[in-house]
Every structure is written in structure tokens, then in C-alpha cells.
């Protein structure tokens, strides 16, 4: 485990007002390696004790809306310290993960004695925080906090304040682990040697980010200390390196290199080689059908019109029967074939006995209804899985044909040992084909599962949130790494040409390798798998007609 400890103002915060996006990558990251993100805040608690001539320095609790003090349940505001919707959006950020936020001053600060939780306590300041111009307006704007002995209760908010404020400063987590009740100190590097104490973690793996002599201690506390540009000339002084300031992103960029140092690209997970495996096992059991003089399963392919894609999906799709001794029947009907006399041929199809799987090559021509089409193929002989009975048999978690490409994405899955469940799926894209069947059978695996779309609000939001995040979408390299959790499992379905005309996914591949922990390439990714489930299903469908 390693800590980063960082001030607050001029350092996390931009000039006190923002922070960069790129935070969440780099959260996602060290959650992901098991290390702690500190950030220590002094200056604020200097300032606000500055401004108020009242005896508060020792009962703070926290600063908020437009510089919120909170003092003995009273909310006092004042403007011009760190702007409300940055301290929000810091809250926001460190939520999801074990993150603290140490408040400690110069001269008066102490190491908290236990932690705060964000969902409990931080956010209810927001919910009941109005703006008031002076100390004399704050009568009717209380907010009434308890903050219990160390119990393992936690604070609440109650119908009235219960206890006065410990004489202590708080820090701030996301979980609910307590300190227990620690000596006082009076600066940032005391209280950063009490957290690495407490979590049992060496100097040696503490990194400190700071500007301001109020940093001094916490930077020479870490064997890994960093002034930013803008640092005063002492601070520049003691630690070992210098970066750019955080205007340019400068602590941004030296985390990302820190937390990527000697990381590994994502694993490929290979469908070419998976594929290769299940057709094998394919082959195996026809032969033993045909050793047993049995008849081997057959698969008719009905191609409308002359479209060259389709050609050569069919074709692959022949060569697929034939690598595993399948029967194949190809039929090619001219673009101007009637609706009627392409259901009369699905009819003979249906009734035919050594057919075991019926596939219509989609798109058809404009003419002929697709929906009608799919409907006509026997339910137990649609190998492509699009049938509405097998269709409702998949949502109601009932066996039958399930639509191929998302099943291969779960046999991909299961071939990496990925166990789905409690993970985080998003699938991008919501069509009947692959996105609604991919969701289903991820529900299925106890995943919990977010299908997005083109009108879905701040998608890469949504997608940085997946564990595993599956791209089906149709558009060339649209999901890059800002889209992508680190650590995530990706898998692309998309098949397009970029501006050099090669195959390309829907994921900027050479962007998302170094992030994801996994992920499928394009080509040799999801298309084999799409067709090696079809002999797979079509396999299936010869053993359902023969009992």
C-alpha cells in the first residue's frame, strides 16, 4: 500500500476552484492497487479562524458552501475560500472510494479521532446549507450534528446536538472505519504520520504534493515529496522533485506516472483461439455421431440479393460447418424474391427433418418485412436466436437458442475465469441483436447491468462506472479511454473501417490496451465467437430434434 497525501487549495483544487477530470482515472487506479489518497487542508481552517473574531479555533468542523464554518452546529458563511460547487464536486469525486480529507491548522490543528461518512454526514451539510451575509443571520440556520464517543456508531444528524464538538479537527473518508482517539498535533505532518501509522504504511511509500509553508511538515514527513511550480522558494527547498503546477496538470500527470510505472497492457482476449478450442470440442462430438452411423447436424443458410457483406458471412459461416463436418445447405434467392415465396421456402425448411438449424442472412431487401421473416423459422431450428420465443425464453431464464454474438461474449467471459457476478456491466447499445441479449444474459450471470444509448445523459459517466463495458454501437473507435474504468474488462462488437480503411472496433484500441485489464481486439475478438456459437447452437438444435 502506498499514500499520496496532496493540499487542498492550489494543489487538488486549481487555484482553489477545480480540479481535472482525469482524478477519477487515477482513483480508479489506486483503488485498484489497494493505495490511499490523503488530502490535507490547512490553509482553509487559517483562513476562516482569521476572519471571525469569535473563540472558534478549537470547535471547527468542517468549511463547505462558499467557505461554510460550522461551529457548534451553527452554520456561519463566508465568501471567497474555496467556492461551493469545488468542494462538491471533490466530495463527489471521492465518494465511491477509501479516500480522506484531513483538516488541520498551523498552530491549533488536531489529528481527528475518527472518520466522517461522506453519504451521512457531508452531503446533508448540502442538503440544509443557505447562503447568509453575517454572523447574525445565522439564528435560524442550525444544523444539528452529533458526533458520538468512539463506538463504532458513527455520526448521525439528530433532532438536536447531543454533544459538543470534540477539540479536535476531522478527517474525512468514504468508509467507516474509526481511528481510535490519537494525541494531538498541530500540522499537516504529524497528521499524515498518524494515518501511515495507522494503516501500517512505511515513509518510504508516502508521496506528498504540496505549495504553501503550511505544507512543510507533510513534505518532509514523505520520502516522496513533490512542490509544485507556484511553491514558495522553503518548500521548493526540501523536497526532492519539482513539477508543474496543477494549472498545467501537473500533479495530474506525475500520479498517472507514479500508479502506471511498469503496468502491464490488457490482456487479449483472444476469440480467434477460444473459437478455434469449441470448434474442436464441435467436431469431435459429429464425429462421434457419424462413427455411430448417425446423421450430422445440418445447417441451411437462406442468402437474399447480392450484397458482398452478406456473401461473406455466409461463406464464413460455410467454412465453419465445414471445419466441424457439418452439413451445410446454401440457398441464394435473387433480390426480387416475393415476401411469400421466402416464407414458403422457410416453410419447406421447417418441415424438412435432417434440417436442424434455418439462418436468413440479415439485412434483407427493403421490401421484404424482416420482422415476419424471423417469425416463420421454427423456434427449436432458429440457430440465430432472434425467434420471439426464444427471445422470451432468454428474459424468463428458460432454456433455448440464445442470439450468438452475445453468447460468445459470455463463453469469452467464462474462458478468462471472469465470474460477473456482483460486477458492474454497461452495454453501449441497445439493439435486439446484441445489446438487450447481452444485458439479459449478463442479469442472468448476477451482474449489475446499465444499458446505455445514444440518448443517454453524460455517457462516459455511465461507462466509467462498468467493470466490464461492452461496445456495440457501430461507430469507428467512438469509446476511447476516457470512456474506461482502469482495471475494466472490455468487449467490442463493433466491426467498421477506419480512415485508413482497416477494421476497426468501436473502441480506440491502442487508447483503451493501456487501461482496461482485458480486452477483446478487432478483428479476431467477438466475430469468430459470433459464428462458432452458431454451429454450437446449431449443435444444440440437432440434439433437441433427435431427443
Known amino acids: 500500500m502506498r499514500i499520496f497525501a496532496t493540499d487542498m487549495d492550489g494543489t487538488f483544487l486549481t487555484e482553489a476552484k477545480t480540479f481535472d477530470d482525469k482524478f477519477y482515472d487515477l482513483f480508479e487506479l489506486m483503488k485498484k492497487n ?25 470547535d471547527i468542523i468542517y468549511v463547505s458552501e462558499n467557505g461554510a464554518l460550522i461551529r457548534d452546529g451553527e452554520i456561519i458563511i463566508h465568501k471567497d475560500v474555496i467556492p461551493a460547487e469545488s468542494w462538491k464536486k471533490m466530495i463527489d469525486l471521492l465518494a465511491p472510494y477509501d479516500c480522506m480529507i484531513v483538516v488541520c491548522g498551523v498552530e491549533h490543528g488536531y489529528i481527528l479521532r475518527k472518520f466522517a461518512h461522506f453519504d451521512d454526514v457531508i452531503r446533508k451539510f448540502y442538503n440544509n446549507i443557505q447562503y447568509v451575509e453575517s454572523y447574525d443571520d445565522i439564528t435560524d440556520e442550525i444544523l444539528k450534528l452529533s458526533f458520538y464517543e468512539p463506538d463504532g456508531k458513527g455520526p448521525e444528524v439528530q433532532d438536536e446536538v447531543a454533544h459538543k464538538v470534540p477539540d479536535n479537527i476531522y478527517c474525512v473518508t468514504s468508509g467507516f472505519t474509526w481511528f481510535d482517539i490519537l494525541a494531538k498535533t498541530a500540522n499537516k505532518g504529524e497528521a499524515l504520520k498518524k494515518v501511515s501509522v495507522y494503516l501500517n504504511v512505511d ?89 455411430q ?19 461473406v458471412y455466409v ?20 433480390a426480387n424474391i416475393t415476401q411469400q415465396d421466402l416464407l414458403d421456402e422457410i416453410t419447406l425448411l421447417n418441415q424438412d427433418p435432417t434440417v436442424d438449424g434455418i439462418l436468413v442472412q440479415l439485412p434483407l431487401p427493403r421490401h421484404i418485412d424482416e420482422s415476419k421473416v424471423l417469425r416463420a423459422i421454427e423456434p427449436t431450428k432458429d440457430v440465430d436466436g432472434f425467434h420471439p420465443d426464444n427471445i422470451a425464453r432468454l428474459f424468463l431464464g428458460e432454456d433455448g437458442l440464445v442470439p450468438c454474438t452475445p453468447k460468445g461474449m459470455m463463453v469469452m467471459l467464462e474462458q478468462i475465469d471472469y465470474d460477473l457476478t456482483g460486477k458492474q456491466v454497461v452495454v453501449v447499445g441497445r ?39 461492452i461496445g456495440a ?47 477483446t481486439p478487432v478483428p479476431g475478438g467477438v466475430g469468430p465467437m459470433t459464428i462458432t456459437m452458431l454451429l454450437e447452437n446449431t449443435l444444440k438444435a440437432y440434439r433437441i430434434h433427435e431427443g
Open 34 to 58: 489497494g493505495d490511499r489518497f490523503v488530502v490535507a487542508s490547512g490553509g482553509q481552517y487559517q483562513r476562516l479562524c482569521m476572519r471571525f473574531d469569535h473563540s472558534i479555533r478549537n
Open 203 to 291: 515513509r518510504k511509500n508516502v508521496y506528498a504534493f504540496g505549495d504553501q509553508m503550511n505544507d512543510f511538515e507533510m513534505l518532509r514527513y514523505a520520502k516522496n515529496s513533490y512542490a509544485v511550480a507556484n511553491s514558495v522558494a522553503a518548500i521548493k527547498a526540501i523536497c526532492k522533485f519539482e513539477i508543474p503546477s496543477n494549472d498545467e496538470n501537473g500533479v495530474v500527470k506525475e500520479l498517472e506516472k507514479i500508479l502506471t510505472a511498469g503496468q502491464k497492457e490488457a490482456t487479449i482476449i483472444s476469440g480467434k483461439e477460444i473459437s478455434l478450442k469449441i470448434k474442436d470440442q464441435i467436431k469431435d462430438e459429429v464425429a462421434q455421431l457419424a462413427a
Open 293 to 311: 452411423n448417425k446423421r450430422v447436424p445440418k445447417l441451411a443458410v437462406i442468402l437474399v440479393g447480392d450484397n458482398q457483406a452478406s456473401k
Open 315 to 334: 461463406r464464413n459461416k460455410e467454412r465453419g460447418c465445414e471445419y466441424v463436418n457439418m452439413e451445410s445447405l446454401m440457398i441464394v434467392k435473387d
Open 431 to 469: 439493439s435486439n441483436i446484441v445489446g438487450k441479449p447481452v444485458a439479459l444474459l449478463a442479469l442472468q450471470n448476477n451482474a449489475t447491468v446499465t444499458i446505455a444509448h445514444s440518448r443517454t445523459k453524460d455517457l462516459k459517466a455511465v461507462c466509467k462506472q462498468a467493470d466490464v463495458l
Open 473 to 519: 454501437i457501430g461507430k469507428a473507435k467512438f469509446l476511447d479511454d476516457q470512456y474506461v474504468k482502469p482495471g475494466a474488462v472490455v468487449l467490442d462488437v463493433g466491426i467498421n473501417r477506419d480512415e485508413n480503411n482497416k477494421l476497426c472496433g468501436d473502441f480506440d484500441f491502442d487508447k483503451v490496451k493501456n487501461i482496461a485489464s482485458a480486452i
